[in-house]
């Protein structure tokens, strides 16, 4: 198995993990520590796996750097307790809000380019991402069944990251 699809279902099986966590303990303040380790272990892989791109002399990625950066860092304040979960957590709210709104736009732009398949997915994840959201924070007993879907869905993207993984040649 090359280092690549290794490291590809590594980070993959983390995420089911992750999404797992997310399904069954929620936002609880319980979880700080398990945010924490899950975000330095996988800030950490993507860091690893930068320095390997770098050693090979080839383009690193900046979002590999900067995203395994910053996951080290709110793992680590996680951890210590400098970070409070539930600010981590409103953040994650209104990114997802983001996000949400970056597939529908992304979505109607490959629509124009006539990649119907990939522009129609984007347009159902980005409007599923920002309705999650604002019932979120419009509703006040939506937050677990937030947490549930959300965990389901990192669990499914890890999944579907070993599929995709185990099939490349």
């Known amino acids: 198995m090359k280092k690549d699809k290794l490291t590809t279902m590594l980070s993959a099986t983390l995420l089911i993990v992750l999404g797992v966590l997310v399904a069954i303990f929620g936002a ?9 380790i899950t975000a330095c272990v996988v800030g950490a892989i993507l860091l ?6 770098m050693s090979r002399k080839e383009l690193v990625p900046p979002a ?8 080290v860092a709110i793992g ?12 981590l957590i409103g953040l994650l709210v209104f990114a997802v ?3 949400g709104a970056g597939l529908i736009i992304y979505g109607i732009y490959l629509l124009t ?6 522009g129609i997915i984007n347009l159902i994840v980005g ?24 965990g389901i869905l990192i669990a499914v993207y890890g999944v579907s990251q070993i599929v995709i993984a185990a099939l490349k040649k």
Do not use: C, H, M, P
């Open 28 to 36: 609880a303040t319980v979880l700080n520590l398990y945010f924490g």
């Open 48 to 53: 690893a796996f930068s320095i390997v791109l």
């Open 64 to 71: 590999e750097v900067i995203g395994g950066g910053a996951l």
């Open 76 to 87: 680590v304040g996680l951890i210590v307790g400098k970070i409070d979960a539930g600010v």
């Open 97 to 99: 809000l983001g996000g």
């Open 113 to 118: 380019k006539k990649a119907r398949n990939l």
């Open 127 to 150: 409007a599923a991402a920002l309705t999650l959201a604002i019932l979120f924070l419009a509703l006040k007993g939506f937050e677990q069944v937030f947490w549930i879907i959300v």
